[in-house]
């Protein structure tokens, strides 16, 4: 069984777009994310440290976003 995590709204600032004045500068964006985790563990265990974190979620989103990827 799959959950999911979503977060919306996330905010960071990237370069982006297609013509040569967009990619001049970066720009800010927000993003939704909708992840699929397995959240079986934590739901039996109840303990934090089987609880997915949303921070790293969110600086790898940031990461791959503001690296062009």
Request: proline share 4%; glycine share 4%; hydrophobic share 50%.
């Amino acid at each position: 069984m799959s959950d999911v995590i979503e977060v919306r709204g996330l905010r960071c600032v990237a370069v982006c777009g297609v013509l040569d004045e967009e990619r001049a500068r970066p720009q800010p964006l927000r993003v939704d994310l909708d992840v699929e985790v397995d959240a079986d563990a934590a739901a039996r265990s109840d303990a934090l440290s089987d609880a997915v974190s949303y921070a790293p979620l969110c600086d790898l989103a940031i990461a791959t976003i503001q690296a062009g990827a």
